[in-house]
């Protein structure tokens, strides 16, 4: 988890934060937000005997693991996923959303990928359904008026960035789903006995969202993190 940039977006249904009604919120301030902190050891405790906190591999669906294909579209990807499956946590609805959406609200008619700050600014906005909106239109003029329209259905309320793992693991203990940047090297795509993926210790480069946390046998937290190049 050292090796993440620990930035993500928060509240009730998305990410950590704060309770606004009717809404899809997330917050200003993640000590600020989070009823508590919790310490890496407390968070260990809380795993104790437990697969993972929320089961969320069986609970979740598959449909929300998306394709960016050939693109750079990963934070959009993980934006949009984020939301879809946090409303869908919470009231079973599955809105497939569009990470091609996300991406053209931050890439600056550019394919050239996009910051994690930039897609906490599109939650604000509003992320449109993938079936308005396929994974190659990635800018903003390709994406047709019904679909800027219905981003107002799926929408955040005030990104924040989480400083520290505690805040971070604190978040998802309390059943948020956050974005974070994590670095994609050689052996990224092969797991070890644990089903850990063993690529990458250097800057983040690939934007995944996290929505659920485990325990190694010997107390390591490792972090569930579905990413964009669909189901392998």
């Known amino acids: 988890m050292s090796d993440l940039i620990h930035e993500t977006d928060g509240g009730k249904h998305y990410g ?3 309770n606004v009604p009717d809404s899809f919120p997330v ?8 009823g508590k902190v919790y310490t890496l050891d407390e968070i ?4 104790s005997g437990k697969k993972s906190l929320y089961n969320r591999r069986e609970v979740i669906p598959a449909e929300f693991i998306s394709n960016q294909q050939t693109t750079s579209a990963c934070n959009g990807h993980a934006t949009s996923g984020a939301l879809g499956e946090s409303i869908y946590v919470l009231t079973g609805e599955k809105n ?7 991406y053209s609200q931050m890439n600056g008619g550019r394919d050239q990928g996009s910051t994690l700050s930039d ?15 396929p994974w190659n239109m990635i800018y903003s003029n390709q ?6 329209a219905e981003r107002a259905r799926f929408k955040g309320l005030e990104p924040f960035a989480a400083d520290t793992e505690e805040e971070f ?28 993926c063993l690529g990458g210790n250097g800057q983040g480069n690939h934007a995944v969202r996290v929505n659920d946390i485990r325990m ?14 669909g189901v392998t």
């Open 16 to 18: 950590l934060g704060c």
């Open 27 to 34: 917050a200003a301030s993640a000590s600020d937000r989070l």
């Open 44 to 47: 260990r405790a809380t795993l």
């Open 96 to 102: 497939i959303l569009s990470g091609a959406d996300s």
């Open 119 to 133: 897609g906490m600014k599109v939650v604000t906005n509003g992320i449109a359904l993938l079936s308005s909106v």
């Open 143 to 148: 994406i047709p008026a019904a679909a800027k």
């Open 169 to 196: 693991a604190s978040g998802l203990v309390q059943g948020y789903i956050g974005v974070v940047a994590v670095h994609v090297a050689g052996n990224y795509d092969k797991m070890d006995s644990d089903g850990i």
């Open 216 to 229: 190694l046998s010997d107390g390591t937290l490792v972090y569930d993190s579905p990413g964009s190049w």
